[in-house]
């Protein structure tokens, strides 16, 4: 069993940068081996795709809203994936979930199978 937990969110404002942490628990190596997305909701609109990035850490995948701002990477040794996010805007507001998959690419929520609880972020203008 996986279990993904995501932290690091909170009230910034516009401009400002924040981290969000994923945290993965699991037997074995599974964690290392997992594709890691990064998914938002934001208040009555559809769970949306960020970015996502494979074992090894190469060529992650971004959505077009947060290229140049957001970068992807994880630390298999601490089983933990990171969302850097930059120049955030009132838009970033949402709550922001981790999700794990065996497939590559992983744009649709589709491709995942285990979630975390998500972790808020609100940017204020």
């Known amino acids: 069993q996986v279990q993904l937990v995501e932290s690091g969110g909170g009230l910034v404002q516009a401009g400002d940068s924040l981290t969000l942490s994923c945290a993965c628990a699991a037997s074995g190596d599974t964690c290392s081996k997992y594709v890691i997305g990064w998914f938002r909701q934001a208040p009555r609109r559809d769970r949306e795709f960020v970015a996502a990035?494979?074992?090894?850490?190469?060529?992650?995948d971004f959505a077009d809203s947060v290229k140049g701002r957001f970068t992807i990477s994880r630390v298999n040794a601490k089983n933990t994936v990171y969302l850097q996010m930059k120049s955030l805007k009132p838009d970033d507001t949402a709550v922001y979930y981790c999700?794990?998959?065996?497939?590559?690419?992983?744009?649709?929520?589709?491709?995942?199978?285990?979630w975390g609880q998500g972790t808020q972020v609100i940017v204020s203008s």
């Open positions: 990035i494979t074992w090894d850490g190469g060529s992650p």
């Open positions: 999700a794990g998959a065996n497939r590559w690419p992983a744009i649709s929520q589709t491709s995942y199978g285990t």
